[in-house]
């Protein structure tokens, strides 16, 4: 079956890094993505990973992929007001035509 | 330069009611989709099309209807809305699903439907 699961909620201090963590369940998996929405918006790419990657990094963004343990990871470095958002993971599997299945999503606070 | 744009961007209804949310796209994307969000922040998609063919149909009540006039428009219409509807639809669209294609989504802003 397809399942993405993510924690619900992460705090962090302002300037330390932020890691969001993520597990599915389909080994067929392709791409992987990170989203962020902020408050009242839509969802917005941040970055995502072929499967056949184990890390990929942009700024301040570095993604971990864990394809035998099925773990998927994004830090953000310098975690900073701005970041404050819900991070949802998704898959994309060659098993569901066209169909991306996302997480529950991770609201990450920043506390002064 | 608006991506994906849905009108309306709020809509306010009374339960029994019927009512139209309209999605375009200027990205030249052949595959559009419809999601319900609810008040916890689960993302589920309802609906995909590919150059105006449906592709994808999840669990949704026949009250939902999705209509393609076009490769650059996917309209949801909704009948006889239930207390239940109440949600944020976002609308989404992304390339054709091929060889070596990322599959991206790029997400509307999203319309928030409060049914009374």
């Known amino acids: 079956g397809e399942d993405v699961e993510q924690s619900l909620f992460l705090s962090v201090r302002e300037g330390d890094s932020s890691v969001i963590n993520c597990t599915y369940t389909d080994s067929s998996s392709t791409y992987l993505y990170w989203y962020k929405q902020e408050p009242g918006a839509g969802l917005q790419l941040l970055t995502y990973?072929?499967?056949?990657?184990d890390m990929k990094q942009d700024q301040r963004l570095t993604v971990l992929l864990n394809k035998k343990d099925k773990h998927l990871s994004l830090r953000i470095a310098d975690t900073q007001t701005g970041d404050s958002a819900i991070y949802f993971c998704?898959?994309?599997?060659?098993?569901?035509?066209?169909?991306?299945?996302f997480g529950s999503g991770t609201r990450l606070s920043i506390r002064p | 330069d608006t991506a994906v744009s849905q009108t309306p961007k709020y809509l306010v209804t009374q339960m029994g009611n019927d009512k139209s949310i309209k999605c375009e796209q200027n990205l030249g994307h052949d595959t559009m989709y419809w999601y319900k969000q609810d008040s916890k922040k689960f993302l589920k998609i309802m609906f995909s099309?590919?150059?105006?063919?449906?592709?994808i149909n999840e669990t949704v009540p026949n009250r939902f209807s999705p209509k393609s006039p076009d490769k650059a428009h996917l309209n949801l219409h909704i009948n006889s809305l239930e207390l239940g509807d109440s949600a944020v639809y976002f609308c989404?669209?992304?390339?054709?699903?091929?060889?070596?294609?990322?599959?991206?989504?790029?997400f509307g802003p999203g319309t928030r439907l409060t049914v009374l």
């Open positions: 990973i072929f499967s056949n990657m």
């Open positions: 998704a898959e994309r599997t060659d098993s569901s035509a066209s169909k991306i299945i």
């Open positions: 989404a669209s992304s390339q054709s699903r091929r060889a070596g294609s990322t599959d991206t989504q790029y």
């Open positions: 099309y590919n150059n105006k063919e449906l592709i």
